[in-house]
């Protein structure tokens, strides 16, 4: 890979070349947008913002594009979903071009929502992990490529609030203006280190599982942030499942973010403590008092907007949520661990634990294999100049050395790393290496 092409001290790009667009927020001025896209050439940046930390869910609170000859288009989905408007449009506008973004896992699924539908990626996040970059935000990605760094200081905005001032749209538009700029230097990097192929692989897996939309999780409350602390507590555990639960009910209802209305943190207190009684849920004082955000910037301003709708749910509705948990009966409380987190595994093997240490005390046999593995990957890591985890996932390593013992042969090893999600290329640079360690 090449050496930091900027200077001493990168330039700051302040504004977009041809200035700060306004939002597309009307059918007429979709339409002509989509005329401009289509009357022009070559790739997409694309990006997107939401609002997730303030309001419920994971909508799309603004779109960016660029194309080189249609200019920036800053588009407002939540405005345009009552206007009958067709992202279809758009789709056939941008024809087989190639969509440019950043960390695209992010924004695909929402872009799937909306109906709309890259044909080619390239994933300018990705690829600078697959070239070995210790930092990969898009700031540090531009600032190494082009010597320019760009102003972010509106990242955690709240995208739902409207108007957008002129520093929010700039910043978004900031977001898509060099993007293919930086693509057209990262491939050479990419072709010049025999990577074109493997990159090629890595961007059409990853935008064929980001249009497959969010994954359902059948028991979401599960979740929770530090829920393990809890281990096989089936009653704290119910606890968790009705807060959660009536959480979520709420969220939906007032279109806020969840944890505005009780923290996770404030969570899992109640179902360690466990309180019976008006006193013992008084002295939990995470569960009767207002959220509250302190930051060091203006987002505390844009969280106090949301004060209204979080003074409408009391401290009861808390309460009620914790007794109803724990007056159910023993048959009733959720099971210690997830529902089905065996099925991918064949009779007799079983998911490898994440513990290194557990490994070494109560399995060496297995732990052997493992490290054993791990210096074959870290060894192929460094002779190609590509990170470990990018090689191989390190849950499939875990889980192949773990049921070492049903393992056939090295056609075995290529099927079982397939399975858990490696790709052609990964499988064919590991395969036979991994297949000489396990067997």
Known sequence: MRENSYLAQPVLLSEPRGGVPDIIDTKRAFNRMIEAFASASGPIAADAERASGYRYGHKDRLVQFKREGAGIALIDPVALESQRIDWNDFNEAAGDAVWIIHDAMQDLPGFAELGLCPKKLFDTEFASRLLGMKRNGLSFVTEHYLGMTLAKEHSA???????????????????????????????????????????????????????????????????????????????????????????????????????????????????????????????????????????????????????????????????????????????????????????????????????????????????????????????????????????????ILRNLCWNYKFVSDANDVRDRLFRGGARAWQTELLSESLTRVIM
Do not use: C
Request: no cysteine; glycine share 4%.
């Open 157 to 395: 905005a709240d995208w739902s609030y409207r108007p957008l001032g002129r520093d929010m749209r700039n910043y978004a538009a900031l977001d898509v203006e060099v993007l293919e700029q930086v693509m057209e230097k990262m491939n050479e990097d990419i072709i010049s280190s025999g990577k074109s192929g493997w990159a090629e692989e890595e961007f059409d897996y990853i935008l064929k599982k980001g249009l497959q939309g969010r994954k359902e999780y059948a028991e979401p409350w599960r979740r929770v942030s530090k829920i393990t602390v809890l281990g096989k507590d089936r009653r704290g555990l119910a606890v968790v499942r009705e807060l959660w639960t009536e959480r979520d009910r709420y969220a939906r209802e007032y279109d806020i973010s969840p944890s505005l209305l009780l923290s996770d943190s404030a969570i899992i207190e109640a179902a360690v403590k466990k309180p019976r009684n008006a006193k013992q849920f008084s002295s939990v004082r995470s569960l009767n008092t207002r959220v509250r955000i302190r930051t060091d910037d203006g987002r505390e301003k844009m969280f106090e907007r949301y004060a209204p709708i979080q003074r409408k749910i009391k401290p009861r509705v808390w309460k009620e949520a914790i007794q109803r948990a724990l007056a159910l009966p023993e048959s009733s409380l959720p099971l210690s661990s997830p529902r089905g987190s065996k099925s991918e595994y064949a009779p007799g093997e079983e998911p490898a634990p994440k513990s290194v240490k557990y490994w070494r005390e109560n399995w060496p046999d297995r732990y052997e294999k493992l490290e054993k593995a791990r210096q074959i990957t870290a060894q192929i890591s460094q002779d190609t100049h590509t990170p470990a985890d990018i090689l191989l996932k390190p849950a």
